[in-house]
């Protein structure tokens, strides 16, 4: 391959990142000591705050945008990949600071790869995405947490988002009985689809929390940060335990330490772009294990290459629902 579709963010005149649909080769791309041939992108958040200027994601230019990416290694110095391999990769800065998923070839490095789990494509390892693969890693933290579905419900938050919808899913498919927060409350029956057990506005986590307010949740995922996280904390029964992976809402916390002291609950904070390779293949497989694949099929949209950029300020103006898979375009 010469040459391959793709992405590209350059400066602009004013400085800003501009980014257009262009042809590259390899010349192009970064350094890396494993080429792969992109099959499947997906749009996550930072994604759609990339591609629309919204938020300086960047850190460096020229740069292919696109924080995920899978597809087959067709050229590497590393002995633990070869070529055919299928593989998958997000985190590590791909798409911010290394040019990422949104072009038919990507050079990245051996230490950054997973290999794809058994049981999954590489179409499905996207539509699951980096928003997928945070939701099991807030699922392993309440596990080893000990956090059983004997303890009580466990609430999501944002549950009808990338991170939010798979949280649900996966909790529900383990015998979690799940509470979905969100602030579309059409989507109910889209939700209960998923396996929540029950539905809730989010505006009943906006007020100004109390330091402690009566026990509701055995454990969280939260994706909001600011007063609903701080509200979800007062709300957590005596020894739970919160996993925080988001900042929807904001990045304060405006709470108290009266949840940690005089009930001893737990905040985790999850870290999907810097986690450890271990942690994160363990991710990757019980994606493949625990996450129903026909229901992963149902949540999914199609993407063209062709209309990325639309597709990605329609996810910023919650204009969508489910999870995104882009087809590079050979």
Same mark, same amino acid.
């Given at each position: 391959?010469?040459?391959f579709?793709?992405y590209?963010?350059t400066?602009?005149?004013?400085?800003?990142?501009?980014?257009a649909r262009?042809?590259?080769?390899?010349?192009?791309?970064?350094?890396?000591?494993?080429?792969?041939?992109?099959?499947?992108?997906?749009?996550?958040y930072?994604?759609?705050?990339?591609?629309?200027?919204?938020?300086?994601?960047?850190?460096?230019?020229?740069?292919?945008?696109?924080?995920?990416?899978?597809? /087959?290694?067709? !050229?590497?110095g590393?002995?633990?990949?070869?070529?055919?391999?299928?593989?998958?990769?997000?985190?590590?800065?791909?798409?911010?600071?290394?040019?990422?998923?949104y072009?038919?070839?990507?050079?990245?490095?051996?230490?950054?790869?997973?290999p794809?789990?058994?049981?999954?494509?590489?179409?499905?390892?996207?539509?699951?995405?980096?928003?997928?693969y945070?939701?099991?890693?807030?699922?392993?933290?309440?596990?080893?947490?000990?956090?059983?579905? /004997?303890?009580?419900?466990?609430?999501v938050?944002?549950?009808?988002?990338?991170?939010?919808?798979?949280?649900?899913?996966?909790?529900?498919?383990?015998?979690?009985?799940?509470?979905?927060?969100?602030?579309?409350?059409?989507?109910?029956?889209?939700?209960?689809?998923?396996?929540?057990?029950?539905?809730?506005?989010?505006? !009943?986590?906006? =007020?100004?929390?109390?330091?402690?307010?009566?026990?509701?949740?055995?454990?969280?995922v939260?994706? =909001?940060g600011?007063?609903?996280?701080?509200?979800?904390?007062?709300?957590?029964?005596?020894?739970?335990?919160? =996993?925080?992976?988001g900042?929807?809402?904001?990045?304060?916390?405006?709470?108290?330490?009266?949840?940690?002291i005089?009930?001893g609950?737990?905040?985790?904070?999850?870290?999907?772009?810097?986690?450890?390779?271990?942690?994160?293949?363990?991710a990757w497989?019980?994606?493949?294990?625990d996450?129903?694949?026909?229901?992963?099929?149902?949540?999914?949209? /199609?993407?063209d290459?062709?209309?990325?950029?639309?597709?990605?300020?329609?996810?910023?103006?919650?204009?969508?629902?489910?999870?995104?898979?882009?087809?590079?375009?050979?």
């Amino acid at each position: 391959m010469t040459e391959f579709a793709a992405y590209f963010a350059t400066e602009g005149d004013n400085k800003k990142p501009v980014v257009a649909r262009t042809r590259l080769s390899m010349d192009d791309l970064m350094p890396g000591n494993v080429s792969v041939r992109v099959e499947y992108s997906t749009i996550n958040y930072k994604d759609g705050l990339a591609m629309t200027g919204s938020a300086p994601i960047f850190r460096t230019l020229p740069i292919v945008p696109g924080i995920d990416l899978a597809g /087959e290694v067709v !050229e590497s110095g590393d002995d633990r990949f070869k070529p055919g391999d299928k593989v998958l990769l997000n985190g590590y800065g791909l798409g911010e600071t290394h040019s990422g998923g949104y072009a038919g070839m990507a050079r990245v490095q051996a230490d950054w790869l997973v290999p794809l789990p058994q049981g999954i494509s590489t179409r499905q390892a996207m539509a699951v995405g980096t928003a997928g693969y945070t939701a099991m890693l807030c699922i392993l933290a309440l596990q080893d947490h000990g956090t059983t579905p /004997e303890a009580g419900p466990v609430l999501v938050t944002g549950a009808s988002g990338g991170v939010g919808s798979i949280a649900v899913a996966v909790l529900s498919r383990l015998g979690y009985s799940v509470t979905a927060s969100t602030g579309k409350m059409q989507e109910a029956d889209y939700l209960k689809s998923l396996g929540a057990s029950d539905i809730v506005d989010r505006a !009943e986590f906006s =007020a100004r929390p109390k330091p402690l307010a009566r026990e509701r949740w055995a454990a969280a995922v939260d994706v =909001a940060g600011g007063n609903t996280l701080a509200n979800v904390l007062s709300q957590t029964q005596r020894a739970g335990a919160v =996993a925080a992976c988001g900042l929807a809402e904001s990045m304060d916390l405006p709470t108290s330490v009266a949840p940690f002291i005089l009930r001893g609950v737990t905040l985790y904070g999850i870290d999907s772009v810097m986690c450890p390779m271990p942690r994160r293949i363990q991710a990757w497989q019980r994606l493949a294990s625990d996450l129903d694949q026909a229901l992963l099929e149902s949540m999914i949209y /199609e993407v063209d290459f062709e209309q990325l950029p639309q597709a990605a300020a329609d996810l910023l103006a919650g204009k969508v629902k489910g999870r995104a898979v882009v087809a590079l375009p050979d």
